[in-house]
């Protein structure tokens, strides 16, 4: 099982040159570089991981991130492995397994047709 850090595809253009804009102390708000839509990521728990893990380096501050929805850290990696697709991420703070998923979009300011 190696851990990878998280990347997420912008929900309106599918760029995954996404960032994430904010703090933790006070929201997951990502923006797509593309389309400049901005978005929050939100986690729900889905497991428990039961192997022991060696914590990879915390993330590039500026990399997506989202907050653990049992512990509330921010520390969620992706997990290449065997586990069901809807278990693909991992809190390594108190190793509960993630689902993913985005909320709050919000589409960008770039001119479009029919505007
Ligand atoms: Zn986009
Ligand atoms: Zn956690």
Do not use: W
Request: aromatic share 6%; hydrophobic share 30%.
């Amino acid at each position: 099982m190696t851990l990878a850090p998280l990347t997420v595809a912008c929900p309106e253009c599918g760029s995954r040159d996404v960032f994430y804009s904010c703090k933790p102390e006070c929201c997951f708000n990502h923006v797509c570089n593309q389309c400049y839509t901005t978005f929050e990521l939100e986690t729900e728990r889905v497991g428990e991981l039961q192997e022991d893990i060696t914590a990879p380096p915390d993330p590039d501050p500026s990399a997506p991130t989202a907050p653990c929805a049992r512990c509330g850290e921010y520390k969620i990696f992706a997990m290449d492995g065997m586990l069901p697709r809807s278990a693909q991420y991992l809190c390594v703070s108190c190793k509960a397994l993630l689902a993913l998923s985005i909320t709050n979009v919000a589409k960008g300011s770039l001119p479009r047709e029919g505007q």
